[in-house]
Structure formats: C-alpha cells, structure tokens
C-alpha cells in the first residue's frame, strides 16, 4: 500500500495533468460556445436572465404559444424608497430589509438606530 506522500505525489501530478488538458481544450471548447450561440440566437444578455427565468422558462414559453404575442401592459416597477438612516461614512438605509453591516457594526458598538436617523 502506497504512503501519504505518494499519494500527495500522484495528486498533484494528475493535477497538473489536469490543468494541462483544460488549457490544450480551453480555446475548443470557446469556440464550440460561440458557433451554438450564433446558431442559437443566443446572446451575452441571454445568458444573463434574471433568476426565476432561465432557458426553461423560454423554451417552456416557445413550445406553449404558437400564436403571435400580445402586448401585455407592463407591471409597474416600486419606486425606490427613501433612506431613513445615514451612516457616518454617507452610507444610508431605508430601514427595510436586514439591516446592513455599517449598521450592525455601529449597534453592536452600543449606539443606535435613531442617532443615524435622517431629519425630515
């Protein structure tokens, strides 16, 4: 039975290895990406959908709807809220969500919340 030190030895050769056949595939395997996209349609924006609609969603929505598309009135987006507090570096919070770590910091510094409130 082989020793720990062979072992290690037999790791980072096949490590190296490793390293060596992904940089000889890297260029292809670029390549391969690049002509499916354009052969797809497919663009950098694409692949940056937002999460909750990736390539099932769309694929999903090309198989149900043969007829053409209707405008749908478009939800209409929440206004941003203004921030209640300011930090002493000008970082501000508008008092929803988790609270950020300026924040907690200064809390758990014994100070609180309303001496960071922002004067109306």
Do not use: C, H
């Amino acid at each position: 039975m082989s020793n720990l030190i062979d072992i290690q030895s037999q790791i980072e050769k096949l490590q190296k290895q490793a390293n060596e056949v992904k940089a000889r595939e890297f260029d292809k395997t670029v390549q391969d990406i690049l002509a499916k996209m354009q052969a797809f349609g497919i663009t950098a924006k694409d692949l940056q959908a937002p999460k909750g609609r990736g390539a099932k969603g769309k694929a999903k929505a090309a198989k149900t709807s043969a007829a053409p598309k209707v405008a749908t009135a478009k939800k209409k987006s929440a206004s941003p809220v203004l921030a209640k507090y300011r930090g002493p570096n000008g970082e501000t919070w508008s008092g929803r969500g988790l609270m950020p770590k300026w924040m907690s910091a200064l809390v758990a510094q014994g100070k609180i919340k309303e001496d960071f409130a922002i004067q109306a």
